[in-house]
């Protein structure tokens, strides 16, 4: 099983600034497999991000992903406000498993 | 647009069955586009995958659950269904149904979820 871990735990920003969070794989992912949700309180997951660069439909260009092979990145380069909340990476594997991080939560600074 | 809709009980006692249903709407089940799944997120942490279904009937499930998971589907409803068995508190969570399109590894279709609690 592929263990995703994101970092770090909690990122604290300002609206305005500039957020890089990292998920790292276990072993090597295919950019294919690899996607970004965004979570915030008593909602579901909403997807930013998969093939680990491209944006699902109505995400802002403010959101961007890259990486491949372990080490995957979502920026998000001018937060606005509505952007303080959980985001989760995922993987599918060759186990046939879907994988998710445990999640970095986007705190207001 | 396809819209998914979780129902079923939400306190469940120790040791009995879980069953959860997801209702489909904006879309059928029977297309074939779409692999049907469920997660679970337990309260305040991250999500973790049960499995899935498609609808002709084939399912993979987490091994960590698969002792006790069954995934059914009836296309007759336009629903499929978790049932989980022998659970304790450690199954206490918001359950979420959830699709992904054929040759895509991505979670795009979401419900609501609904929280479920084990307790005597």
């Known amino acids: 099983e592929i263990v995703l871990t994101q970092s770090p735990g909690t990122l604290s920003l300002s609206p305005g600034e500039r957020a890089t969070l990292s998920c790292r794989a276990s072993?090597?992912?295919?950019?294919?497999?690899l996607a970004w949700y965004q979570q915030k309180p008593g909602q579901a997951p909403r997807l930013l991000i998969y093939?680990?660069?491209s944006r699902a439909t109505g995400i802002p260009d403010r959101f961007s992903g890259s990486g491949s092979g372990t080490d995957f990145t979502l920026t998000i380069s001018r937060l606005e406000p509505e952007d303080f909340a959980v985001y989760y990476c995922?993987?599918?594997?060759?186990?046939?498993?879907?994988?998710f991080g445990q999640g970095t939560k986007l705190e207001i600074k | 647009q396809v819209q998914l809709q979780e129902s079923g009980p939400g306190l469940v006692k120790p040791s009995q069955t879980l069953s959860l249903t997801c209702t489909v709407s904006?879309?059928?089940?029977?297309?074939?586009?779409?692999?049907w799944s469920w997660i679970r997120q337990h309260p305040g942490k991250g999500l973790e995958w049960i499995g899935y279904i498609y609808y002709s009937g084939s399912t993979y499930y987490n091994p960590s659950l698969k002792s006790r998971v069954t995934i059914s589907v009836d296309t007759s409803k336009n629903q499929f269904s978790l049932k989980l068995s022998s659970v304790t508190a450690a199954d206490t969570a918001v359950y979420y149904c959830?699709?992904?399109?054929?040759?895509?590894?991505?979670?795009?279709?979401w419900g609501r979820g609904t929280l479920v609690t084990v307790s005597s």
């Open positions: 995922q993987q599918y594997g060759s186990s046939l498993m879907y994988t």
């Open positions: 959830a699709g992904y399109a054929r040759r895509n590894w991505y979670f795009d279709l």
């Open positions: 072993q090597s992912v295919s950019s294919s497999y």
């Open positions: 093939g680990a660069s």
């Open positions: 904006g879309g059928s089940i029977s297309s074939g586009g779409y692999y």
